[in-house]
């Protein structure tokens, strides 16, 4: 299971947290900053695990953007750096050659189709083409809904 | 009342805040319009204001307040369209972590039947990943109604959930059972993954669901499944880098090894299709790679053929050779879970494991350290040492405490001579002294005593060793002790290992003193040199009346442990003088605790101090007296040596031919013993041979165990235990229960067998046995039968209850076969 997803910049700036365990905001915060001190003082050449705590860390770096996963002991660790970059895959469908920017102004979409891939720490689809039509569905009755009240949702 | 700005506004706008006090006023400003914007009731813009909550949410600014509002939102009124929905559930997720819940409950229970299904989707989503065990118990009912629906979309998700609410709520898992009857007979490729990850967590949880889905032939679907994936043509929606689906295929597979481990059938059923993805997975690519991974820890848990086994192995040791640190990674992990039971196997990959100790990354290092560890033997001791050394060396300090103890560990095993093993303990010393474990330095010390021809050697070393510098604390420590025992062979040169260096009494004592001034020295490690110098005494001969000073300065020591160890030594030299040389004399040798070889850790009376070995009391002294009365009634004889159950045991507890009119009586098949010599002088054989330590452990397993003794209450039963390296031995534990309703006190358990077996009784836990079963006392006795008799053995046993002392005598006579054949 995977416990949490972090997306962060080089600089450490927070742009995307989904947890899969409940744990109090102080707590939380207090682990964000502790793992982006971790990650970003790796170097090049390292693996891309670190053992933290009873957890492994798995990480990878898109361009400018950290992806960063948690996960349990028994997971497999080769696996999960697929699913990460299944779900860059996905954001890259649905925006277009995604970039960090895309995630920044459109956070809320990213948490969506991070939601149509990964439920409780679990993959639910493992096709590319559903996902992202889950997505664009939605999209589209919340298009005809703001077409109907004549201004955007958001 | 202007409309409140969109959230792209809002995003662009903090952005371009210079400093953090800018963008804190920014967000300021938003809040107070956003709670106005709320105050209003106007529902035109919530969605536009909740969204902007979440986006504060992530920068890290509190945006709770809005929590009451998205509440009262979503209760009061049914979203007729996703774009409210989507946000206001991902607010849920995000911000009302410690809401009460009590509100959502009604709303998710109306969603779940919601029409849209995105809604719906939404809810199981929400639920599925942060669903308080109150509202899983709650709504479990609904999800399990979706798990059966015909929508793929929602069954996926419904599925999920259904594994959330069995990790909050594990009774629930039963209501989930019949569900899962179709779940992988569909085609749709989420519905099979989410419904794998459900069995999975059915079967880890419950070893009832585990054989139930054993029964129904789980095992080949899921083979067949797997099958199809691999064979079947290109997929492209499925397909990443030319496999088909490699997320379904790896979850698959671990199912499959939670159904295989320890069971021969499901086991076999698995092996070809194993072997099948193990020869024909592409490995240019990640994916390629953790299917075989996921394959290699499968093959490897459950009983597979050797074949299969070795294929695996192989993989391992290619992904060693991988260029990818992450290859490499998941490969030394893995051996490392299986160096046990293939020890051969991977004995062969030693070379390149050892290489991958110079590797940069941490966590490899790691990895190769503790996989060299578990591959040193005898035959190659001297060419990992040399290595591992090396890494002492040159690895960060967060690794050398580790790699120290385990050097120490395995050149105690290993050592091919006594130099040798003198030596890496100096260099392990002299590399990381100040990293070494508190608890190394008796050991060593003990090992040091032992090694009699080699004292001369040693102590030369650890001289020159310290002359140099003395403030790694391990190695002072050391060096202080055996200068202070062997100090005399260091001044006259008799070391025949290497040249002997030319030291004068008062040399040595310059450098216990400067240990003694040295601000770097330890408290503990001044004691070590003041009591050093006292010893040198004795064995010295110009230079008494200098230690005498030094000794008497330091009675005035601000350190209390100092100051008492001197003051004490004082009073040696003037009122015991006469009892200074028998006192600071050479210790005698420790007998070792930890015995050589890699199966034997002994436990006498299961404490493992040297000292209860060295004396052996005469056997008419110590028993406690009632007990030993007791005994001797049982055992009928007046001269033997009782069996009390905390006596030192260098001679087996019983001596032989007096033994017991009691059991002479009992019918023993076979020979006679015809008044056997008393087995007084026997080496302590019960104090080897007995593995306890589970890493090496060949213990037989699956001894039934019995009740030996049920009577008012008191229940008392053996369990089995047998070592293959020393068939003769049997270890029985006794677990002793009461189901009254009051505790039994002072329980005392005694034991005795005829004469052909010997016996030895260890500590038991407690005297006390607390009432309704509510706990136990356990005492291993170890048996020995060299004539593999049929076990017998009588047992007293003595307690108060309610107020009274009971007693009872008892035979136990129904010893399963396999505990001495």
Same mark, same amino acid.
């Given at each position: ?6 997306? @962060? ?11 899969? /365990? ?53 997971? !497999? ?17 649905? @925006? ?56 955007? &949702?958001? | ?41 106007? !529902? ?70 919601? =029409? ?12 599925? %990943? ?79 669901? *585990?054989?139930? @889905? ?17 064979? =079947? ?70 009983? =597979? ?11 391992? $040791? ?59 033997? $005898? !035959? ?101 002790? %055996? ?88 009073? *040696? ?31 006498? !009376? ?8 060295? /004396? ?5 002294? *110590?028993?406690?007296?009632?007990? &030993?009365?007791?005994? *001797?009634?049982?055992?009928? $004889? ?81 369990? @089995? ?53 509510? $706990?136990?006392? /356990? ?39 396999? =505990?001495?054949?």
């Amino acid at each position: 299971q995977i416990h949490f997803i972090l997306l @962060f910049s080089r600089q450490g700036k927070l742009r995307l947290q989904k947890w899969y /365990t409940t744990l109090p905001d102080k707590e939380k915060k207090k682990i964000i900053r502790e793992i982006v001190q971790i990650i970003l003082s790796r170097h090049q050449k390292t693996s891309s695990f670190v053992d933290w705590k009873d957890l492994k860390l798995v990480y990878k770096r898109y361009a400018s953007l950290y992806f960063c996963c948690a996960i349990e002991d028994q997971d !497999n660790e080769l696996l999960t750096l697929e699913v990460v970059h299944r779900y860059v895959e996905l954001l890259d469908r649905y @925006f277009g050659n995604v970039c960090e920017l895309d995630i920044i102004f459109n956070f809320e979409k990213a948490y969506f189709i991070l939601d149509e891939f990964i439920i409780g720490g679990e993959v639910q689809e493992t096709s590319k083409k559903s996902a992202v039509k889950a997505i664009e569905d939605s999209d589209m009755l919340q298009e005809t809904v703001e077409e109907y009240m004549n201004k955007p &949702a958001f | 009342m202007p409309a409140p700005i969109r959230l792209r506004e809002l995003i662009r706008t903090i952005r371009t805040a210079r400093t953090q006090a800018e963008e804190r006023e920014m967000i300021q400003k938003e809040c107070a319009a956003i709670r106005s914007s709320f105050r209003e009731e106007d !529902n035109t813009y919530r969605c536009r204001n909740v969204a902007k909550l979440l986006y504060m949410h992530m920068l890290g600014y509190p945006a709770h307040f809005g929590q009451l509002r998205i509440c009262r939102v979503l209760l009061g009124q049914e979203c007729s369209c996703s774009d409210d929905c989507r946000c206001l559930f991902l607010c849920v997720q995000v911000l009302c972590v410690h809401t009460d819940w009590v509100f959502f409950f009604v709303l998710f229970y109306s969603d779940l039947n919601h =029409s849209t299904q995105y809604v719906q989707g939404l809810a199981l989503c929400t639920l599925g %990943c942060m669903g308080s065990s109150e509202m899983c118990r709650d709504l479990a009912g609904e999800v399990e109604k979706l798990l059966k629906t015909s929508n793929s979309y929602l069954r996926k998700k419904a599925a999920l959930c259904a594994v959330h609410v069995i990790r909050k709520v594990p009774e629930l898992m039963e209501m989930f059972l019949p569900a899962t009857k179709n779940l992988l007979n569909e085609k749709n490729h989420g519905v099979l993954h989410t419904s794998v990850v459900l069995l999975t967590e059915m079967c880890e949880r419950s070893p009832d669901m *585990l054989a139930h @889905f054993r029964k129904v032939s789980l095992v080949p679907q899921l083979v067949r499944i797997l099958k199809n994936l691999i064979m =079947s043509g290109y997929s492209p929606e499925h397909d990443v880098s030319g496999i088909s689906d490699p997320f379904l295929q790896v979850r698959i597979l671990r199912l499959l090894r939670i159904l295989g481990r320890n069971d021969d059938d499901s086991s076999e059923a698995m092996n070809d299709i194993l072997a099948q993805v193990a020869t024909n997975t592409e490995t240019s690519k990640n994916v390629g790679n953790a299917i075989l991974y996921e394959t290699v820890l499968t093959i490897m848990d459950i009983k =597979s053929e050797s074949g299969l086994r070795v294929l695996a192995i192989n993989i391992l $040791g290619r992904f060693l050779l991988n260029n990818d640190k992450n290859i490499r990674y998941v490969a030394l992990t893995s051996l490392l879970k299986t160096v046990q039971t293939d020890h051969n196997a991977v004995q062969r990959h030693r070379s390149t494991i050892v290489d991958c100790l110079k590797d940069l990354d941490v966590s490899i290092k790691r990895r190769a350290m503790e996989l060299s560890f578990a591959l040193v033997n $005898g !035959n190659n001791v001297r060419g990992m040492m040399k290595e591992l050394l090396y890494f002492l060396d040159s690895c960060e300090p967060e690794f050398k405490a580790d790699c120290a103890s385990g050097i120490f560990l395995a050149a105690e095993k290993y050592a091919p001579s006594k130099r040798w093993h003198i030596d890496t303990i100096m260099r392990v010393l002299t590399t990381a002294g100040s990293y070494v474990r508190d608890d190394a330095v008796p050991n060593l010390i003990q090992l040091i005593t032992n090694s009699v021809e080699m004292h001369a050697y040693t102590v030369q070393r650890l001289y020159k060793a310290i002359l140099g510098d003395y403030s790694q604390q391990p190695l002072v420590q050391v060096a202080s002790w %055996c200068i202070g025992e062997y100090g005399d062979l260091l001044v006259s040169g008799q070391c025949e290992e290497e040249e002997p260096i030319q030291v004068t009494e008062d040399e040595v004592l310059d450098i216990l003193e400067s240990v003694l001034i040295s601000n770097m020295s330890a408290s503990v490690t001044r004691g070590y040199a003041l009591t050093a110098i006292m010893k040198l005494s004795t064995r010295f001969t110009c230079t008494v009346n200098r230690i005498k000073k030094v000794v008497s300065i330091y009675g005035s020591s601000i350190d209390v442990e100092l100051q008492q160890r001197a003051v004490e030594y004082n009073a *040696l030299f003037k009122k015991y003088d006469h009892m200074r040389p028998a006192l600071l004399e050479r210790m005698p040798v420790m007998e070792k605790v930890t015995t050589n070889g890699p199966t034997e850790i002994v436990q006498t !009376n299961g404490e493992t101090e040297p000292a209860v070995l060295e /004396t052996k009391p005469p056997p008419s002294a *110590l028993p406690p007296a009632g007990q &030993a009365n007791d005994l *001797l009634d049982l055992l009928g $004889g007046s001269d033997i040596t009782p069996v009390i159950p905390t006596a030192p045991t260098s001679k087996p507890a019983f001596a032989g031919g007096e033994l017991l009119d009691l059991l002479g009586d009992l019918n023993l098949t076979g020979s006679p013993v015809s008044a056997p010599a008393p087995q007084i002088a026997q080496p302590p054989f019960l104090l080897d041979g007995l593995p306890a330590q589970p890493l090496f452990n060949d213990i037989a397993a699956g001894i039934p165990s019995i009740t030996a003794y049920n009577k008012n209450g008191l229940k008392i039963d053996f369990t @089995f235990e047998r070592s293959n390296t020393n068939p003769s031995v049997t270890v029985i534990t006794i677990q002793a229960s009461n189901s009254t309703e009051q505790d039994m006190t002072d329980f005392v358990f005694q034991a005795a067998v005829p004469k052909t077996f010997q016996l030895q009784l260890l500590s038991p836990s407690s005297s006390v046995i607390p009432a309704f079963n509510s $706990g136990t006392i /356990t005492q291993v006795i170890k048996v020995l039968n060299p004539q593999k008799q049929q076990l017998r053995m009588r047992i007293k046993l003595t307690y108060n209850h309610k107020g009274s002392a009971m007693q009872d005598l008892a035979e136990v006579n129904n010893f399963p076969p396999q =505990s001495w054949q």
